[in-house]
């Protein structure tokens, strides 16, 4: 069995309102339900639990983002509901205003029943962590959610502007998200929310002893995370979508153990095989692939496996 823990959908009057509005940073690659069940059928995938790309719904106007979030919002439930064995649906929420994504958290997991959340590490230069957040993150541990977290653009100018976004910003502002998390004492004070981290944690994982130093450093740094950071990190979840490589697992498995792994094929963005096994590097796992391949997943989105199981402790 096979679940995929990060796919994107991009539904098509999100994109037609993005693109009238001149609101895209760079093209969104095609996108349709039909496409998604081609690349289940190609790849053995059984179940694939999609979220809204990047860039979500940060561009700078609530109002917007109330709109467009409500728009993905509810394409993604339809997704769901058209094969509830083959999809699962994390909702978007309108941050930076921390009541209206209340309000949209609400709608999107008691009324859309979307199996969790995906957030950026960032919007507008707010990143998770930040207590002008607090309020969201209690209620994601009262729910003891589910949550992706992407990565987004810097709110500053890239240094390098020649090189693409994505080649290391996006695992930048993901370990920038999680740094802050950490230290800003969410993580402690959270500690039921089960947060995804894409890209296998960006450049968290070889950086994480370095992370852990700052306690050491800073009183307050060390208050605000008292278990230390590479307890925090053996605590988070990380996809292999764009880190499915013998380097980044070698790191990752140093950081946390095994079962916090998940397959996540990042699709329309990742550049998979034309069919067969979407990650051939997961191989060299063994017996051990099962779990990241579904038996992890399953854990977080009960539903999706053939028998529900207990989240680590």
Not at 292 to 310: C, Q, T, W
């Amino acid at each position: 069995m096979r679940i995929d823990a990060h796919a994107h959908v991009i539904p098509d009057d999100y994109r037609a309102d993005v693109k009238r509005r001149g609101l895209l940073p760079y093209p969104l690659p095609p996108w349709s339900r039909d496409a998604m069940l081609e690349l289940q059928e190609r790849h053995g995938i059984d179940a694939t639990i999609a979220s809204l790309s990047p860039p979500g719904v940060a561009f700078g106007d609530q109002g917007l983002a109330d709109e467009l979030a409500r728009m993905a919002n509810e394409a993604t439930a339809a997704l769901v509901a058209s094969d509830p064995e083959r999809f699962g649906g994390l909702a978007v929420l309108p941050l930076p205003d921390v009541d209206r994504a209340l309000a949209e958290l609400g709608h999107a997991l008691d009324v859309l029943r979307l199996d969790g959340v995906m957030l950026l590490s960032n919007v507008l230069g707010t990143y998770l962590g930040d207590p002008a957040w607090d309020p969201l993150f209690d209620e994601l541990q009262r729910r003891r959610a589910y949550v992706l977290v992407h990565p987004h653009a810097p709110p500053s100018a890239l240094p390098l502007p020649q090189h693409p976004i994505w080649l290391y910003e996006y695992p930048f502002d993901t370990t920038r998200a999680i740094v802050n998390l950490i230290y800003s004492g969410t993580l402690e004070r959270c500690p039921d929310v089960a947060l995804q981290m894409s890209h296998l944690g960006g450049a968290a994982p070889y950086l994480a002893h370095r992370i852990a130093s700052l306690a050491a450093r800073e009183p307050t740094a060390a208050a605000a995370a008292p278990r230390g950071a590479l307890a925090y990190l053996e605590r988070l979840h990380y996809d292999t979508g764009l880190a499915d490589n013998d380097v980044a697992l070698a790191a990752m498995r140093l950081v946390a153990p095994l079962e916090r792994i998940v397959f996540g094929s990042d699709w329309p963005y990742a550049p998979l095989p034309a069919d067969g096994d979407p990650q051939p590097a997961l191989a060299a796992l063994g017996d051990d692939r099962a779990g990241v391949d579904a038996g992890h997943i399953a854990r977080l989105v009960p539903r999706l496996s053939r028998g529900p199981l207990p989240r680590p402790a």
